[in-house]
């Protein structure tokens, strides 16, 4: 009899303390969410089917969405987000969009009208332009998201890839191990 | 004029997996003559049942792991846990002890766990360990050494005795067989003898027990010798062997009635070939200079915990696997300082 | 760790070890037998613009202008960017994209010059007395004669003899411990010119206000030791002391000469300024004796041409800008068994895949190797895990851990077990008996850090340009709604100022319309009627200014003209 009351005031002094570690430790906002967006890739180009890097990041915290949607992540964002998550790394989903190498935006200058539906459509300001002026592509805030491409009604802007430079150059990965 | 391009260093690397194995095997040979002509050629019998199996253990481990063969089997690491497992097992076991043990060691304690270089545990004491805890009576069963038992077994009776279990005349295997020096003891302080009396049996002249001096003798030398060519660092046997003797000496000086002298407890049983050829494994060993130190001392002092307290007469193989696991976090607790850094 | 050096007329000097470390086979026979040669004058120069900083250098000559010896051709503002000098007379043939000798095989913007084998040169201005020039003045001519490091870094000498004001110096190393194997350059200037680096070595002390200067010569370079005790005994060397350190690989590195020297380490993360120590190599010192006291640029420097793969090989005082394939013809050109071609050393130089590359200021060998002099691909085994490689590290890293970290992508571990503090000097590898391509690994790791890095910060940047037009949008759409909910109210009143004027207006043109019933196309009526008149041209390129493009004003003008006619009507 005394052993039951025992365990039980145990089990009751236990819980006390869980219930207020919960309310004194408690961590406002959701870091999961901030931890999961500082491993996206920030190109907010929606390929995801969300309107952006953020509500992808929520939308996995939540459990609505899968880790493998975000193709300029790529299959290392994928590994970053399991490895986070501690969920096994799946292959990217081809439904979402495949990886491509890093682009930028170019406009052809000799077709553009001036008509700024692809500055509305950039998520980060790179095009300068304005109504009836000339737009033009700030490459070094290009994301390569591509939002830009369909909004433009002469088909005036396309996606070239980054050249390597001695700058960006890298020692190649040698060969796996003979055995 | 145009080049091939490849990546720095140029020189060629000066050495190379195989030959260290091969020095190790080298280095094998004094001890192993010690045992052949302390207890008979029975030792060479279970070596080549173990070379045998580790090799076709090897192949086909690696051709299920679509691995190359031939190159793999060259760099002698099967080999070298042949040995070391073959040499730790009584001379008349039957063969098929080597065989399963040397299958269990290099299938399920190298290869599934990678291969070469992937493996936590020394697959020689795993094997070991798999038959000492599964087939008790036929490893514990030693013969007696040379000087005791009068007229030895030909390589002809060592064979039938492994693969037929037959003897010559009328011996029977209880009558031949005979307990380590180690094992005696145990069983005798159980039976609450004091050491004077169980060492005064014939078994126990010299320093580690009749025969096994020898042995251990014979490891010593090899083991010197891979330390003078450097295939080994000094850290791990100087760790072991200290911290064996100076436990050993600890407890000899509170109580010599029930404690061995730390003489004894270095020359006997597996104490120098675990220090040289077992506990240096490296890829299951520390890395770190200090903490090789301690993952030696610490195995020295786990063998003399087991010997004294434990359930078995010899704890070298424990010990290693125990060590094995503690590597890892030794190693993270011991990284040097680097150049520059604070200390 | 500290023992005594002695022998000989050297003075005794304590030496320290450092860690790990090889003996290797020096193979510097070959190349020291033959006395220093000068290269012919070749066709053509070619010089490449990329710095270390990633910049290009800018041309200050054009394709057709003719250059003279010692020219400045390119220049650049950052003091990280020395100018380069035309190493002979001729024409500046082009200034286009040619291979680069880099390890990526990549290609950049060079200028290339057609000599004329005149050899004509600008007139040279030195300095006789360089103590009269204040250390800031001659750190000025240091940067305006292009010397950069000689040791294979390249790193500009006016910075690196600049500590600043907060670090005192009292030590300057000059660097003659040619440690890796094959390399005689700096074995060929010590024997055959003293002098300059002795000159330049003081030269130095004065800029550095240091009290001191070891230089340190490997103890198997002879030559070179008895030259230079010879020439110390000609002149007024006091301050500059001789030190032998022994043979090891990589003693010549300059942490580990540091550290050999004078017991000290450098910092992690600092420089050997921090502990009041400069380190030069002795090729630097004497281009700076040769700048300062002759007003030379570095247009030449000597460089070891050597391997089986050659047929005389030697050490030869080259113009920058030569072909290596001229290099290699004057040394008696290819033997038949010539299979490899490496600039640098065979321990930390690159493979090329052809000799018409341009020989630039940081090479200090021509290595071409003959049959299996060299290795190329090793075959790798996994990694045994002995430390073997560990203990061989000058920088007491633990290279296994480094691998295990790199190959599994855990950059984050990798960079705590101290990758970057990895001087890739390849001890690793050549003791790992696994084969095992070590230093192929961490550069590959590192490279992976340093991407990893940039694209985080890329990210980081993004989602702040994101976030921002998120509120200005929001910000602009809460005005829009405020502005509306205004002009609701104010309709409501009726008694906005806009549109009590619009009535006014409207008022006026009834008026005047009845007054002049004979038309509206009278041009001065034209005139007086608008009240808003065309921009001028300033106001166009102001307008346009805020859209951040300049237009045409007279393009403006007219099609703001067009609505204004038809309100009339």
Same mark, same amino acid.
């Given at each position: %009899?005394?052993?039951?009351?025992?365990?039980?005031?145990?089990?009751?002094?236990?819980?006390?303390?869980?219930?207020?570690?919960?309310?004194?430790?408690? @961590?406002?906002?959701?870091?999961?969410?901030?931890?999961?967006?500082?491993?996206?890739?920030?190109?907010?180009?929606?390929?995801?089917?969300?309107?952006?890097?953020?509500?992808?990041?929520?939308?996995?915290?939540?459990?609505?969405?899968?880790?493998?949607? $975000?193709?300029?992540?790529?299959?290392?964002?994928?590994?970053?987000?399991?490895?986070?998550?501690?969920?096994?790394?799946?292959?990217?989903?081809?439904?979402?969009?495949?990886?491509?190498?890093? /682009?930028?935006?170019?406009?052809?200058?000799?077709? $553009?009208?001036?008509?700024?539906?692809?500055?509305?459509?950039?998520?980060?300001?790179?095009?300068?332009?304005?109504?009836?002026?000339?737009?033009?592509?700030?490459?070094?805030?290009?994301?390569?998201?591509?939002?830009?491409?369909?909004?433009?009604?002469?088909?005036?802007?396309?996606?070239?890839?980054?050249?390597?430079?001695?700058?960006?150059?890298?020692?190649?990965?040698?060969?796996?191990?003979?055995? | 004029?145009?080049?091939?391009?490849?990546?720095?260093?140029?020189?060629?690397?000066?050495?190379?997996?195989?030959?260290? %194995?091969?020095?190790?095997?080298?280095?094998?040979?004094?001890?192993?003559?010690?045992?052949?002509?302390?207890?008979?050629?029975?030792?060479?019998?279970? $070596?080549?049942?173990?070379?045998?199996?580790?090799?076709?253990?090897?192949?086909?481990?690696?051709?299920?792991?679509?691995?190359?063969?031939?190159?793999?089997?060259?760099?002698?690491?099967?080999?070298?846990?042949?040995?070391?497992?073959?040499?730790?097992?009584?001379?008349?076991?039957?063969?098929?002890?080597?065989?399963?043990?040397?299958?269990?060691?290099?299938?399920?304690?190298?290869?599934?766990?990678?291969?070469?270089?992937?493996?936590?545990?020394?697959?020689?004491?795993?094997?070991?360990?798999?038959?000492?805890?599964?087939?008790?009576?036929?490893?514990?069963?030693?013969?007696?050494?040379?000087?005791?038992?009068?007229?030895?077994?030909?390589?002809?009776?060592?064979?039938?005795?492994?693969?037929?279990?037959?003897?010559?005349?009328?011996?029977?295997?209880?009558?031949?067989?005979?307990?380590?020096?180690?094992?005696?003891?145990?069983?005798?302080?159980?039976?609450?003898?004091?050491?004077?009396?169980?060492?005064?049996?014939?078994?126990?002249?010299?320093?580690?027990?009749?025969?096994?001096?020898?042995?251990?003798?014979?490891?010593?030398?090899?083991?010197?010798?891979?330390?003078?060519?450097?295939?080994?660092?000094?850290?791990?046997?100087?760790?072991?062997?200290?911290?064996?003797?100076?436990?050993?000496?600890?407890?000899?000086?509170?109580?010599?009635?029930?404690?061995?002298?730390?003489?004894?407890?270095?020359?006997?049983?597996?104490?120098?070939?675990?220090?040289?050829?077992?506990?240096?494994?490296?890829?299951?060993?520390?890395?770190?200079?200090?903490?090789?130190?301690?993952?030696?001392?610490?195995?020295?002092?786990? @063998?003399?915990?087991?010997?004294?307290?434990?359930?078995?007469?010899?704890?070298?193989?424990?010990?290693?696997?125990?060590?094995?696991?503690?590597?890892?976090?030794?190693?993270?607790?011991?990284?040097?300082?680097?150049?520059?850094?604070?200390? | *760790?500290?023992?005594?050096?002695?022998?000989?007329?050297?003075?005794?000097?304590?030496?320290?070890?450092?860690?790990?470390?090889?003996?290797?086979?020096?193979?510097?026979?070959?190349?020291?037998?033959?006395?220093?040669?000068?290269?012919?004058?070749?066709?053509?120069?070619?010089?490449?613009?990329?710095?270390?900083?990633?910049?290009?250098?800018?041309?200050?000559?054009?394709?057709?202008?003719?250059?003279?010896?010692?020219?400045?051709?390119?220049?650049?503002?950052?003091?990280?960017?020395?100018?380069?000098?035309?190493?002979?007379?001729?024409?500046?043939?082009?200034?286009?994209?040619?291979?680069?000798?880099?390890?990526?095989?990549?290609?950049?913007?060079?200028?290339?010059?057609?000599?004329?084998?005149?050899?004509?040169?600008?007139?040279?201005?030195?300095?006789?007395?360089?103590?009269?020039?204040?250390?800031?003045?001659?750190?000025?001519?240091?940067?305006?004669?292009?010397?950069?490091?000689?040791?294979?870094?390249?790193?500009?000498?006016?910075?690196?003899?600049?500590?600043?004001?907060?670090?005192?110096?009292?030590?300057?190393?000059?660097?003659?411990?040619?440690?890796?194997?094959?390399?005689?350059?700096?074995? /060929?200037?010590?024997?055959?010119?003293?002098?300059?680096?002795?000159?330049?070595?003081?030269?130095?002390?004065?800029?550095?206000?240091?009290?001191?200067?070891?230089?340190?010569?490997?103890?198997?370079?002879?030559?070179?030791?008895?030259?230079?005790?010879?020439?110390?005994?000609?002149?007024?060397?006091?301050?500059?002391?001789?030190?032998?350190?022994?043979?090891?690989?990589?003693?010549?590195?300059?942490?580990?000469?540091?550290?050999?020297?004078?017991?000290?380490?450098?910092? *992690?993360?600092?420089?050997?300024?921090?502990?009041?120590?400069?380190?030069?190599?002795?090729?630097?010192?004497?281009?700076?004796?040769?700048?300062?006291?002759?007003?030379?640029?570095?247009?030449?420097?000597?460089?070891? @041409?050597?391997?089986?793969?050659?047929?005389?090989?030697?050490?030869?005082?080259?113009?920058?800008?030569?072909?290596?394939?001229?290099?290699?013809?004057?040394?008696?050109?290819?033997?038949?068994?010539?299979?490899?071609?490496?600039?640098?050393?065979?321990? *930390?130089?690159?493979?090329?895949?052809?000799?018409?590359?341009?020989?630039?200021?940081?090479?200090?060998?021509?290595?071409?190797?003959?049959?299996?002099?060299?290795?190329?691909?090793?075959?790798?085994?996994?990694?045994?895990?002995?430390?073997?490689?560990?203990?061989?590290?000058?920088?007491?890293?633990?290279?296994?851990?480094?691998?295990?970290?790199?190959?599994?992508?855990?950059?984050?571990?990798?960079?705590?077990?101290?990758?970057?503090? $990895?001087?890739?000097?390849?001890?690793?590898?050549?003791?790992?008996?696994?084969?095992?391509?070590?230093?192929?690994?961490?550069?590959?790791?590192?490279?992976?850090?340093?991407?990893?890095?940039?694209?985080?910060?890329?990210?980081?940047?993004?989602?702040?340009?994101?976030?921002?037009?998120?509120?200005?949008?929001?910000?602009?759409?809460?005005?829009?709604?405020?502005?509306?909910?205004?002009?609701?109210?104010?309709?409501?009143?009726?008694?906005?100022?806009?549109?009590?004027?619009?009535?006014?207006?409207?008022?006026?043109?009834?008026?005047?319309?009845?007054?002049?019933?004979?038309?509206?196309?009278?041009?001065?009526?034209?005139?007086?009627?608008?009240?808003?008149?065309?921009?001028?041209?300033?106001?166009?390129?102001?307008?346009?200014?805020?859209?951040?493009?300049?237009?045409?004003?007279?393009?403006?003008?007219?099609?703001?003209?067009?609505? *204004?006619?038809?309100?009339?009507?």
């Amino acid at each position: %009899m005394l052993t039951v009351f025992v365990v039980c005031a145990l089990f009751a002094l236990f819980g006390l303390l869980l219930g207020y570690s919960a309310r004194r430790f408690k @961590v406002e906002g959701d870091p999961l969410v901030d931890k999961i967006d500082a491993v996206l890739p920030q190109t907010q180009c929606g390929q995801c089917g969300f309107p952006g890097c953020r509500p992808y990041a929520e939308a996995i915290a939540r459990g609505d969405a899968d880790i493998n949607q $975000c193709p300029p992540g790529g299959e290392e964002g994928v590994i970053a987000l399991a490895d986070l998550l501690g969920v096994e790394p799946k292959p990217l989903s081809a439904e979402h969009g495949v990886e491509k190498p890093k /682009s930028v935006a170019i406009i052809d200058e000799s077709k $553009c009208i001036g008509c700024t539906l692809c500055i509305q459509a950039c998520p980060v300001d790179a095009i300068l332009g304005a109504a009836k002026h000339m737009h033009t592509v700030i490459a070094s805030e290009c994301t390569g998201c591509e939002l830009c491409v369909a909004p433009c009604p002469v088909d005036c802007i396309y996606m070239e890839p980054v050249k390597e430079t001695l700058a960006t150059w890298r020692w190649p990965e040698p060969k796996a191990v003979g055995q | 004029m145009r080049f091939p391009t490849a990546q720095a260093p140029f020189l060629a690397p000066v050495n190379s997996v195989n030959r260290i %194995m091969l020095e190790v095997l080298v280095a094998l040979i004094p001890g192993l003559a010690a045992l052949v002509w302390q207890f008979g050629p029975g030792v060479l019998v279970q $070596c080549m049942i173990a070379l045998l199996a580790a090799e076709l253990g090897e192949a086909a481990m690696l051709s299920l792991r679509r691995r190359p063969i031939v190159p793999t089997l060259k760099d002698y690491s099967a080999a070298l846990t042949a040995v070391l497992l073959a040499i730790s097992l009584p001379p008349l076991a039957p063969w098929w002890i080597p065989a399963f043990g040397t299958l269990f060691a290099i299938i399920i304690g190298k290869h599934l766990y990678g291969g070469l270089g992937y493996n936590p545990f020394n697959p020689a004491m795993v094997g070991y360990a798999v038959l000492l805890i599964s087939f008790p009576q036929h490893m514990t069963a030693w013969l007696p050494p040379k000087e005791l038992s009068g007229s030895a077994l030909s390589f002809a009776d060592n064979w039938n005795a492994i693969f037929s279990r037959t003897l010559p005349w009328d011996m029977t295997f209880d009558a031949l067989t005979m307990a380590t020096p180690l094992d005696t003891i145990k069983t005798q302080l159980g039976l609450n003898r004091l050491l004077d009396e169980i060492q005064s049996g014939g078994l126990f002249s010299g320093i580690g027990g009749r025969g096994w001096q020898w042995v251990n003798f014979g490891f010593l030398l090899g083991g010197l010798w891979m330390l003078k060519r450097g295939i080994i660092a000094w850290q791990i046997p100087v760790g072991f062997l200290a911290a064996l003797f100076a436990v050993a000496l600890l407890f000899f000086l509170i109580d010599p009635a029930v404690y061995p002298t730390p003489l004894f407890q270095c020359f006997s049983g597996a104490a120098m070939v675990g220090a040289f050829f077992i506990a240096t494994d490296p890829v299951s060993a520390s890395t770190t200079p200090r903490g090789r130190l301690i993952y030696g001392a610490l195995i020295g002092l786990l @063998v003399f915990v087991i010997r004294s307290w434990g359930g078995y007469p010899d704890g070298v193989a424990f010990a290693v696997l125990l060590l094995n696991l503690a590597a890892p976090t030794i190693d993270h607790y011991t990284r040097p300082r680097v150049y520059g850094h604070p200390t | *760790m500290a023992r005594t050096q002695g022998g000989g007329s050297v003075n005794l000097f304590k030496l320290w070890n450092f860690h790990g470390g090889l003996h290797l086979d020096g193979h510097k026979r070959e190349s020291c037998r033959a006395p220093l040669a000068v290269a012919h004058l070749p066709e053509r120069l070619v010089f490449p613009l990329q710095q270390r900083n990633g910049e290009d250098s800018k041309p200050v000559i054009a394709p057709g202008d003719r250059v003279l010896k010692g020219q400045v051709i390119a220049h650049d503002d950052s003091p990280f960017n020395p100018p380069i000098h035309a190493s002979s007379s001729g024409i500046v043939r082009a200034i286009e994209d040619l291979p680069l000798p880099h390890p990526s095989g990549l290609s950049g913007a060079c200028i290339v010059i057609e000599t004329d084998g005149e050899d004509a040169a600008i007139d040279f201005a030195g300095i006789a007395d360089y103590r009269q020039c204040s250390p800031d003045e001659l750190r000025r001519m240091i940067y305006e004669a292009g010397i950069v490091g000689l040791g294979g870094a390249a790193f500009p000498t006016s910075v690196k003899v600049a500590p600043g004001s907060d670090r005192k110096v009292d030590t300057l190393i000059l660097n003659g411990a040619e440690c890796e194997p094959y390399i005689t350059c700096d074995d /060929s200037l010590l024997s055959h010119h003293p002098e300059d680096v002795l000159e330049g070595a003081k030269i130095l002390l004065h800029i550095l206000q240091a009290e001191r200067c070891l230089l340190a010569v490997e103890d198997d370079m002879p030559d070179a030791l008895a030259a230079l005790e010879k020439a110390k005994r000609c002149g007024d060397f006091e301050a500059i002391q001789l030190v032998r350190v022994p043979a090891i690989y990589p003693t010549g590195g300059e942490k580990q000469l540091i550290s050999v020297l004078t017991g000290r380490e450098v910092p *992690m993360r600092g420089i050997p300024a921090d502990i009041g120590i400069v380190c030069q190599n002795v090729g630097t010192a004497a281009a700076v004796y040769n700048a300062v006291v002759h007003g030379t640029p570095l247009i030449s420097r000597i460089v070891t @041409v050597t391997g089986r793969g050659v047929k005389q090989p030697q050490n030869i005082l080259a113009r920058i800008g030569t072909p290596l394939a001229d290099l290699i013809q004057q040394c008696g050109g290819h033997t038949n068994e010539a299979e490899r071609l490496v600039l640098g050393g065979p321990m *930390m130089g690159f493979g090329v895949p052809t000799d018409d590359l341009p020989l630039t200021k940081s090479a200090n060998c021509i290595l071409v190797a003959g049959r299996n002099e060299l290795i190329g691909e090793k075959r790798a085994l996994p990694c045994i895990r002995c430390g073997a490689c560990a203990n061989a590290c000058p920088v007491n890293l633990l290279p296994q851990q480094l691998y295990w970290y790199g190959r599994s992508d855990q950059i984050e571990r990798a960079l705590d077990y101290n990758l970057f503090d $990895c001087i890739e000097c390849g001890c690793c590898d050549y003791v790992c008996p696994s084969h095992i391509p070590l230093v192929q690994h961490f550069r590959a790791t590192k490279g992976k850090a340093v991407a990893k890095r940039r694209e985080r910060e890329k990210a980081d940047h993004a989602r702040l340009r994101f976030e921002s037009r998120q509120l200005r949008k929001e910000q602009e759409k809460r005005e829009r709604a405020e502005s509306a909910k205004r002009k609701k109210e104010t309709l409501g009143t009726g008694k906005a100022p806009e549109i009590l004027e619009a009535i006014e207006r409207a008022k006026l043109r009834r008026a005047e319309k009845t007054a002049q019933p004979s038309g509206n196309s009278d041009p001065i009526d034209h005139d007086k009627r608008e009240t808003v008149t065309p921009p001028t041209a300033a106001e166009a390129h102001r307008t346009s200014a805020d859209t951040g493009h300049i237009e045409n004003p007279s393009d403006d003008r007219k099609s703001e003209a067009q609505p *204004m006619s038809s309100e009339i009507d």
